[in-house]
């Protein structure tokens, strides 16, 4: 028989029971049920029941309307594709079954209760639990995979689609397509619900991706429900990035040879691919090596959280994945809808998917793991575009530092998932700072800094991991101390030992599979794809980031800090904030680039998820301003450009040397980079022969040019095309360069035209050298400038006197001024690392010889402060801040320059890294000098 398959979805009743008390039989007595939609979690649809957890009822009545006139003898299957998390099935008053996991798909028959002459009644008793074990001690919440619902609020309910389906009464229960591209055969194992009564044909048609069909027959024997074959895939179309081909194979069973009629059919989708990687540590899809460039995807979506939306939407995000050059998503510790997967085997886009986590290692936890790993593997099994498993993310769930049980577990649960999928790779933990493997496929870690700010420290720690640091893998501790040690530095180099339990080749793949910086999005974007409204979650992250992370007041917080005197409105600094997320992510891949033996990343992460706006896409996949410029980075070959400072003066010498990353099967021989200077007519120039083995980073030239005479700053491009032999061209970037003119630096004149007397005690020798005229005395001087405010100085600026003061240590105040203080950056939301700080610059009465700069970029490398000014109101920010810095959401604003009367006097304060730097660094001269110039005005 045919199957007839009859959809569930649509509008249900749903009835909450907070006590628990009602029953399938006093459901009716429980008031008037709301209307539900499934799929969708109840969360998604309902305002007042964001954050609900405990029981909840679903009711639906159907009347069976498919074709029962054959009077073969089949059954009912009501099929549910996942229901978070305990659930509960009757029909027509008759229990059908319960299922424990809120993942994976689940089959009761309801044969025995289904009615084909009168409607029928389904009713389902759902339970999504919280740690509460006094109301849910059978599975609290800690213990049962969950996934990210700890982050971003609870899941509940029918997630995914329930649908009936009539079945012959033995049938098909699995299909499994194995792909052997060295063989070219694919190994088919077929099982049944039930072992065959007698002799059964399988009839298998085979069609490939041009439509061409090849037929195969296989005799089940009686007392057997399991069969395996080979179906020979000669000449086979691989399923590929750029070529995602798909097979389809059609399975019929029937009880005589020539398959007519059919008791069953079943079909599925198939690729032909292989995953693997190699002695010299590089992933290779298909036996071609390839880089992954990948993002980290939530799977989370605007309407309805958990549950996708429709497959074109699927296709169209995964077409935007393509278009800024990804070609791996890695699904975030949640096992998706199948459909996504579906979408992903279209699109050619390779899948790293993970189990959900748990927060404690019990038991009952371990046998839910295993389960839940068996179950997804064996429900994703055909889909090529899965390559990698997870088990464990960032050490959640488990305590590998000092639990060497949860180290042995994590072992064998890797081995467990090797004997169950070979064909894929595995890794067991995906680390960070703290924690590391024990035994895995790729060596895998991640990392997050904010940007230009802590650049240097991401420099070292990818140069270290490149080297393949011992920190990578399970150590033990010598004693209290020296974990201590290890906790306050994690980075540091050992020597480590190594545990027992570790398993390391020292050829696994490396890669960065998490870093990333945030982009606010474009709130009128966002509110038109919630009608206009406020999304419901602007209420909530208030917990994280000691509430960095909190949207709702965002426009109100960008008034009263005055925000427009550097961005004309909240959307211009919306543009300001994407593009440093493009500043950001491009040096950290250029970095990730330069280094052979890393071999991918996974930037975080696709789309927004709710506040967290580290999306390359915004929650309902707008895309950021920086759209169609990531493709460039996110290439096979990659040309990456480095200089020492992306400032020089006007008329000075610049150097930038220039790397490929070459992955693509592209032949160089003849190739060449062009490149030129934007709007400076006449520098331009070419490196030629480039020569880069396949697979390798190689520094390939170095562009030498004098940087032009210019009588204003700019802000120019330096661009860079590389060319095949035909001119074809291969892969662009740029680099972007401050061209400061002379003039934003020249020692500033006192009123009347006499050079400006600088009392310096720390800096005179710098200054002098600079130019500048040297006071011996504070009294003697026009203006002070010093790295400690002193009461000296104080005292001096309420005489009258003007300072500059270089607020840069911790230490640098040693003078009570009121309301003003300084304050380190790290250990606070300040750091910016991971909710991104954003740091402007107002150039509105000073700063005016810079380019135009807003957001800070990579020209303030080196200078960007370690420590902010504190105590300054939000009405200073009016007139009296000159350049801030705030946190996630337009959150903990502070000042980095502000300026204080005293008395007759003005103080000028600024956090900026400038006087180590003043000797040599262009910008830190040009912005002392501004400085200079704003605090003596109208002396």
Known sequence: MQRQRMSLDGPWEFVLDPAGHLTNTTLGRAGMPRSIGVPGPWQAQFDDLRDYTGVAWYRRTFTVGMDDSSGEQHLWILHFGAVDYFATAWLNGRLLGEHEGGYLPFELDASPAIHLAEANELVVRVVDPSNDTTRFPDYPFSEIPHGKQSWYGPIGGIWQSVYLEARAATHMARLQVTPDVPGAQAQVALSLNMPAAHDLYVNVTLTDPRGQTSTHTANLLAGSGYLTLSLPVPDALLW??????????????????????????????????????????????????????????????????????????????????????????????????????????RAGMLIWTELPNWQNLTAAAKRRARSTLQGMIERDWNHPSIVIWTIINENWGTDLGVNADHRAWLAETYDLVKSLDPQRLVVENSACYGNFHVVTDIEDFHNYYAMPDHYRQWRYWVADFAARPDWAYAHSYADSDTWRALRGDFWQRGPRTHTSEVRCSGTEPLVVSEFGNWGLPDLEQLRAGYGGRDPWWFETGLEWGDGAVYPHGIEQRFARFHLDTVFPTLGDLTRASQRAELVALKYEIEQMRLHSSIVGYVITEFTDVHWECNGLLDMHRNPKAFYNDLGTLNADDVLVPEMAHAVVWA????????????????????????????????????????????????????????APALTASARLRLELRLYDARSQQLASNYQEIYVLARAAATPTQATGGAPLRIYAPELSATLADLGYAVAETLESADVALATTITDRLRAYVETGGRVLWLAEQAGAQQAYLQRLGIAARAGRSWQGDWASSFSWLRQDRMFTTLPKVG?????????????????????????????????????????????????????????????????????????????????????
């Open 651 to 706: 008329g000075t010498q610049c150097s930038v040397n220039v790397t490929l990353s070459h992955f693509s099967t592209a032949d160089l021989h003849g190739s060449w980079v062009e490149w030129w200077l934007e709007d400076a007519p006449g520098i331009c120039g070419r490196i030629a022969p480039i020569v880069c083995d396949t697979g390798a980073a190689q520094l390939v030239g170095t562009v030498v040019f004098v």
């Open 855 to 939: 957001g800070l970029d990579f020209a303030f490398a080196d200078l960007t402060p370690d420590q902010v000014l504190v105590g300054c109101d939000p009405a200073d920010f009016a007139a009296d801040v000159h350049a801030g810095l705030f946190v996630g959401w337009l959150q903990h604003t502070v000042a980095l320059i502000a300026e204080r009367h005293y008395g007759a006097g003005r103080l000028l304060a600024s956090a900026f890294r400038l006087s180590a730097h003043l000797p040599t660094h262009p910008l830190a001269q040009a912005m002392v000098h501004e400085m200079l110039r704003y605090v003596t005005r109208g002396k």
């Open 240 to 345: 590929d990035i750029a070529q995602p081909n798909l097979y389809r194979l059609r399975a019929a069973l029937s009880e005589e040879a020539a398959g007519i009629p059919a008791l069953d059919t079943f079909s599925t989708t198939f690729g032909m691919r292989s995953i693997a990687t190699s002695p010299s540590g590089q992933i290779l899809l298909n036996g071609r090596a390839i880089y992954l460039r990948g993002a980290l995807d939530q799977d989370y979506y605007p309407e309805l959280i958990y549950t996708p939306f429709s497959d074109t939407a699927l296709d169209d995000q995964f077409a935007k994945a393509r278009h800024m050059g990804l070609n791996c998503l890695r699904t975030h510790i949640k096992i998706t809808d199948p459909r996504y997967y579906a979408a992903a085997d």
